[in-house]
């Protein structure tokens, strides 16, 4: 036989070469059976139609020229011109007929499928999926253009559902991309995968990247999962759970998960028993959706699995999967390369940055009131009035340059999406149709809001905001904002290290792309503001606690968790292993927490666990909270997230720092609580920093060194010490000026003594007066300190000082 005319080829007859012959999709499926199967890598096995099949459909039905005729006057612009021609073209070929060989031969090959898995035709589910001869190419992506069918069983369905998928090749947003990326209309051919179904309506499926999809940064592997058949996690109908895993403490054997999010997970796609539809949605019991869809161990396995479909691809991939409820056994099911994040030049850097107003300014309905929030995808700003579209068939009212505003897009919306300033939708997660058309079209989107359609006014003039973390904001009015493009091949390197100060995890991965030379300053105050919001005691003793309503309010927040503690410890590490994921192997500074008691009192549950103080700036702030028997429970919920960090994940570039430590004693203290706690000094090349950010660690800092491993100097706190001022008072605020000259002989002195030491302690600093004051960090430079952490707008910036200032001390 010539298999370059054949209508069948098996899985195991099919290289990625044979694109012509079987399309993108069928081509990976065949290289992967093939190749990747001997890996452990589990596919379900099937056939190709191929696109000598559905060329010869076409002759048998003489619709070449007719097709030809239909698309003459074509307008992609005007959906309905393109929704007249395209509703034309796919009812002709669904009415068309099977020439009898073909269909004998599609046949007798579902009944071959049916033997291999031991089952009677009557009773093989088979997936039928779509695969254009041009998918998947590197700087295309034809992915979810055409239909895929499930659950089809019997010669009758699959005959009907195979014929659709030719349909599909003429689908209104298939034309339309087509002629976006400058495709003949009539050239492209299609074949359909015949896969035998995962049983995934009583299990779990989703989707899967070997990059993060928002950044494109390289070393993790993000995955989507949902109950049920995968259609609601490809079209992006449900919130999904979200797994993030390291790739090289993954490769160590590490349990490396460094994020884990809980998603809705509202609906089910399952089989349906009666009816025209062979699948059909229902709901989630709320018990289930407080659950993830798959293990950890589970997601590991994908994990493992993305690598090495990655590494025999050679690039970054995007994958199907699905997990059998029945057999207990996951299963990859698509892959296809990556065509967005993949392609951009990685030495371009644009950063968009928002003017927003003060928050105590803004009243309702002005402008700078967030509307409403959802998933960021990418990391840019969208200006443009609203429009809400309830229904696909509207989109001919849609004009360029408006923000599209729905409850969800599918493949049919394209040509409004192309011509939107943003879009925004109420349901779907990162993966979701909305976002990925929106990083391919490069304009940036907010999905999974819940109920933007309600908050946001037809022709409200918005702004979307992705730049400010995951969670994007729709603001109210036209909010000013600026882009900065850099060009990091013209940026010098300096012997001074230049590190970050990063709070939020979710900014992590974009961030990892500045020149950098690690993290000087993690905070785990935002970690535990933004993600966690209880106070520790509250959580520790919250089965005591009072206030049915806080009660009520820590279990919405930590639901899914039995164990409120292990709430805190989770959301805790998944944060710091973020952060510390995304610039591995280079050094992550992370302070303990260093919340004042109005501060801690702020939070969920903390007002009765805080006494008042009337000074809190210099109050029960940092080492004294840790040894405390009212706070030394609540320390150790933090040393376990490091230990999960370090040990678990993988990720021993983690430095810890404790702050405010204010005499020797203290410093004793809190690092035979850590060694009690599993984490010793010097253990498993465990380092530990400490602040200096009061005159008395300037003084005895020959002492503090023997007891740490580096100095990170508060330039804030050790301003307001040493000057006798509290930084928050405005009666004084004219007086604080880290400039002053006891400041800097302070400084000056601390670096000398550090570096006197045996063994030489590290001094580096975390604060915006370098960046601010060209002469201070030139200070510094002439001094030696060895590091200068700043917030990440300034790095660069502070990065062309301190080599100028380098270049005339001859550093």
Avoid at 128 to 152: H, K, M
Avoid at 372 to 400: C, L, N, Q, W, Y
Avoid at 764 to 777: H, L, N, R, T, V
Wanted: glycine share 8%; aromatic share 8%; hydrophobic share 40%.
């Amino acid at each position: 036989m010539d298999r370059n005319k054949a209508q069948i080829l098996w899985f195991d007859e099919l290289t990625i070469k044979d694109v012509p012959l079987v399309g993108g999709k069928n081509a990976s499926l065949g290289e992967m059976y093939r190749s990747l199967s001997k890996k452990n890598v589990a596919i379900p096995y099937g056939f190709a139609v191929t696109a000598n099949a559905y060329r010869e459909f076409l002759k048998f039905n003489k619709l070449d020229e007719k097709i030809a005729k239909v698309l003459k006057g074509l307008n992609t612009f005007n959906s309905t011109n393109l929704e007249k021609r395209g509703a034309s073209i796919r009812q002709m070929i669904v009415e068309g007929k099977w020439p009898e060989n073909l269909e004998k031969a599609i046949c007798a090959n579902y009944k071959k499928l049916a033997k291999h898995y031991k089952l009677s035709e009557n009773h093989l589910d088979v997936a039928v999926r779509s695969s254009a001869t041009a998918e998947d190419l590197p700087n295309a992506s034809f992915a979810g253009q055409q239909e895929s069918y499930l659950n089809i069983t019997g010669e009758t369905m699959l005959l009907e559902a195979v014929k659709k998928c030719f349909a599909s090749l003429y689908n209104n947003r298939a034309i339309s991309y087509r002629v976006d990326q400058k495709f003949s209309q009539t050239k492209m051919a299609l074949s359909v995968a015949v896969q035998k179904m995962v049983r995934s309506d009583k299990g779990a499926s989703g989707i899967m990247f070997s990059l993060d999809t928002d950044s494109g940064f390289k070393d993790v592997v993000l995955i989507n999962a949902v109950f049920g058949l995968g259609e609601n996690a490809v079209q992006g109908v449900v919130n999904p759970d979200e797994f993030i895993i390291f790739k090289p403490t993954l490769a160590k054997g590490k349990k490396a998960i460094v994020s884990k999010t809980l998603g809705e997970k509202a609906l089910r796609m399952i089989y349906a028993t009666e009816g025209s539809k062979p699948t059909k949605n229902i709901n989630v019991p709320e018990k289930e959706r407080n659950t993830f869809a798959i293990t950890d161990e589970e997601a590991l396995q994908l994990a493992r699995w993305a690598v090495v479909i990655e590494k025999h691809y050679g690039k970054a991939m995007d994958m199907e999967w699905a997990f059998d409820g029945v057999t207990k056994k996951m299963f990859i099911v698509q892959a296809r390369p990556e065509t967005v994040q993949s392609q951009k030049s990685a030495s371009q850097l644009s950063e968009y940055h928002i003017k927003k107003p003060k928050v105590s300014s803004i009243r309702e309905g002005e402008a700078g009131q967030v509307l409403v929030t959802g998933v960021a995808v990418g990391s840019k700003v969208g200006v443009g009035p609203a429009h809400i579209i309830h229904d696909v068939r509207a989109i001919g009212e849609f004009k360029p340059g408006e923000v599209l505003v729905t409850e969800i897009t599918d493949p049919d919306w394209e040509p409004a999406m192309k011509i939107a300033s943003a879009i925004v939708t109420n349901s779907g997660g990162r993966t979701s149709h909305a976002a990925i058309v929106s990083r391919e079209l490069g304009i940036p989107a907010v999905v999974g809001t819940k109920d933007a359609t309600h908050k946001i006014k037809n022709g409200q003039m918005i702004t979307v905001s992705d730049c400010e973390g995951e969670v994007g904001k729709i603001y109210a009015g036209q909010i000013p904002f600026e882009i900065k493009k850099w060009d990091l091949k013209k940026i010098p390197e300096t012997k001074t290290h230049i590190m970050m100060n990063v709070g939020d995890p979710e900014q992590a991965y974009h961030l990892s792309f500045l020149p950098n030379a690690g993290v000087g300053l993690a905070r785990e105050e935002f970690i535990i503001t933004d993600y966690i919001k209880v106070h520790p005691q509250a959580l520790l003793s919250f089965h005591n606690l009072k206030d049915k309503k806080v009660k009520a309010q820590i279990e919405e927040i930590t639901k899914g968790y039995k164990d409120k503690t292990q709430f805190y410890v989770d959301k805790l590490a998944y944060g710091i292993g973020r952060i510390a994921s995304a610039f591995y192997p280079k050094d992550v500074i992370v302070r303990m927490s260093d919340f004042k008691t109005n501060e801690y009192a702020g939070l969920l549950g903390g007002a009765d666990f805080e006494p008042h103080e009337e000074n809190p700036m210099i109050g029960w702030r940092g080492c004294a909270r840790y040894y405390d028997p009212k706070f030394a429970e609540a320390f150790g919920l933090e040393c376990l997230a490091i230990k999960k960090v370090r040990v678990e994940m993988g990720l021993d570039n983690v430095i810890i720092m404790f702050p405010m430590v204010r005499t020797i004693d203290e410093g004793k203290k809190v690092l035979e609580l850590l060694a009690k706690h599993g984490l010793k000094r010097g253990q498993n090349g465990l380092k530990v920093y400490m602040m200096a950010e009061i005159p008395c660690n300037v003084i005895l800092a020959e002492q503090f060194g023997k007891l740490f491993d580096g100095f990170s100097i508060g330039s804030n706190d050790l301003t307001q010490l040493t000057l006798g001022l509290d930084r928050d008072s405005k009666t004084v605020s004219h007086l604080f000026d880290e400039r002053n000259d006891a400041v800097t002989t302070l400084i000056k002195e601390l670096i000398h003594k550090a570096h006197a030491c045996k063994p030489r302690v590290k001094v580096g600093i975390c604060g915006q007066a370098p960046s601010d004051y060209p002469e201070f960090a030139e200070m510094l430079v002439k001094a030696g300190i060895d590091s200068i952490s700043l917030n990440p707008d300034v790095v660069i910036k502070t990065i062309l000082l301190v080599k100028k200032a380098e270049r005339k001390y001859r550093r």
